[in-house]
Structures are given as C-alpha cells and as structure tokens.
T-cell receptor, first 114, second 108 residues
Framework: GAGVSQSPSNKVTEKGKDVELRCDPI?????LYWYRQSLGQGLEFLIY????????KSGLPSDRFSAERTGGSVSTLTIQRTQQEDSAVYLC????????????FGPGTRLTVL | GENVEQHPSTLSVQEGDSAVIKCTYS??????FPWYKQELGKRPQLIID?????GEKKDQRIAVTLNKTAKHFSLHITETQPEDSAVYFC???????FGAGTRLTVKP
C-alpha cells in the first residue's frame, strides 16, 4: 500500500518568508510525528499527534513553528518568518497507535532558507 | 521529559566482525525501545524493537538487549556486512526521543 508522503520534496525560501510543509500519513494511522534532521545530525522531535488528543508540542523550538492535523489525517507544519538555522530536512512519520509502535517515515522535505 | 544518549557516534568494523551500539535513557516510565537504520539519503526504517517486559530480542544477525534497572539498551549486529553501513538511531518513550545516532562503517 501507499506509504507516508510529504510535499514538497524540496523547498527553497528567503529569510523572513513563511513556509508550509505537508504530510500525508498512511491511511488509518492515528499517530503522526514531525522531526527535524539537520545535515549529518540526529532526529529532533518537534510535535506528536495521537487521535483526537491534544498534540504534544514540547519539541517545537520556537513560537514560529506550528502544526495542524485536519480530520485526523493530513498534517501541515508551518514555519513563520523563516531563519537560516531552520534549514534542514523535515521528516514526518505515522503509526497505527500510540508512541509504543513502529513509526513509518516519509521521504522528508528538504528546506533551504537563503 | 526523556533524554536518550547514544554511543559511540561513529563505529568502524571489518566485515564479519560484530558491532555494538549502546544507549541510555533517563525516564524510568519508558517502556518501548526501537532501533532505526538510516542509509545515506534515505528515510529511517525500523530494524528491531524491544518492550520493557523482555530482556533480549533477536532477529537473525541483529539483537537488542535491555537492562531496565540500569536504564540502558544495546544493539548487537553479528557477522557484519558492507550493506550494514548506515546511521543507526535508538529511541525511547515516553514521549519518543531519539539518540544522536551512530554512523557504522563496515569495511570489506
């Protein structure tokens, strides 16, 4: 079946502009995660959605970052007033249930802020 | 929240040797410990996981051990092959946090 998809695959933007990154999880998966991976670095947790529960936003680095998940499916990560240090690959993952379950990762969106 | 430390950051072995990567965690409530493999330019993929009610799990050449008392868990790869070369990430819940990764290089 279809895996996790993300769009765009690449995004180049100018400092100060807002960007929206999209994640389409595997159908039926109730858990959805966003991570940031800088070049050659680890997976930095950003936010976690589980069903209809309030999202765990504890990993968002600043108030410029926000995420929504509409209808328990598609999620959008928004970065306002982008900075050069926001440049990274943004990975989305989904899972069938809670945090104690396999995460299936999307291909990521490579964001470059000039 | 959970804090996961992973060692070593880089590991180089000869083909056929074993490789061991270790992680420690801080939250005693964590009960799920997955390991992911990320090949260059690709997305992370789960290779093995362990839950807190068992101490060891094996799948062919890979195994994971868990010591809940000491709050550490390890990945063991035996008979390493060049295709095992990748970055390996450990993780612990709750909520999920990843280690910084170990870059494993298997020399033919």
């Amino acid at each position: 079946g279809a895996g996790v998809s993300q769009s765009p695959s690449n995004k180049v933007t100018e400092k100060g502009k807002d960007v929206e990154l999209r994640c389409d999880p595997i159908s039926g998966h109730t858990a959805l995660y966003w991570y940031r991976q800088s070049l050659g670095q680890g997976l930095e947790f950003l936010i976690y959605f589980q069903g209809n529960s309030a999202p765990d936003k504890s990993g968002l680095p600043s108030d410029r970052f926000s995420a929504e998940r509409t209808g328990g499916s598609v999620s959008t990560l928004t970065i306002q007033r982008t900075q050069q240090e926001d440049s990274a690959v943004y990975l989305c993952a989904s899972g069938t249930s809670g945090s104690t379950d396999t995460q299936y990762f999307g291909p990521g969106t490579r964001l470059t802020v000039l | 929240g959970e804090n996961v430390e992973q060692h070593p950051s880089t590991l180089s072995v000869q083909e056929g040797d074993s490789a061991v990567i270790k992680c420690t965690y801080s939250d005693s409530a964590s009960n799920y410990f997955p390991w992911y493999k990320q090949e260059l330019g690709k997305r992370p993929q789960l290779i093995i996981d362990i839950r807190s009610n068992v101490g060891e799990k094996k799948d062919q050449r890979i195994a994971v051990t868990l010591n809940k008392t000491a709050k550490h868990f390890s990945l063991h790869i035996t008979e390493t092959q060049p295709e095992d070369s990748a970055v390996y990430f450990c993780a612990a819940t709750t909520p999920v946090r990843f280690g910084a990764g170990t870059r494993l290089t298997v020399k033919p």
